[in-house]
């Protein structure tokens, strides 16, 4: 069994920032690619940023230059870096994972951001 746990969404006023953690644990010899994806009322899912076990990185064009994903390999976390957030940022964002030797995808439950003044 896999399990994701995220955490740091929260309340922060527009200009502001967050950061936000993903800890993979479970059944996992190793992690192809780790990513943040996000999901506001009324649309669909869509790629916030992504990395993969080659540290090549992949951002969605609403969210260059502002975020940043990182991950920790030796301890199977991933972090979002969040800059100069928007009220268009708000969304409930997804922690994802793909395995390396299987390709099986997993989430997480989901963390709220919000950016409001």
């Known amino acids: 069994q896999v399990q994701l746990v995220e955490s740091g969404g929260g309340l922060v006023q527009p200009g502001g920032s967050l950061r936000l953690s993903c800890a993979a644990s479970?059944?996992?010899?190793?992690?192809?690619?780790m990513g943040w994806y996000r999901q506001a009322p009324g649309k669909q899912r869509e790629v916030v940023a992504t990395?993969?076990?080659?540290?090549?990185?992949n951002y969605g064009d609403s969210v260059k230059g502002r975020f940043t994903i990182s991950r920790d390999n030796a301890k199977n976390t991933v972090s979002l870096q969040m800059n100069s957030l928007k009220p268009e940022d708000t969304a409930v964002y997804y922690c994802?994972?793909?395995?390396?030797?299987?390709?099986?995808?997993?989430w997480g439950q989901g963390t709220q951001v919000t950016v409001s003044s």
């Open positions: 479970g059944s996992i010899f190793s992690i192809y690619l």
């Open positions: 994802k994972i793909i395995t390396s030797l299987t390709s099986n995808a997993y």
């Open positions: 990395i993969t076990d080659s540290d090549y990185t």
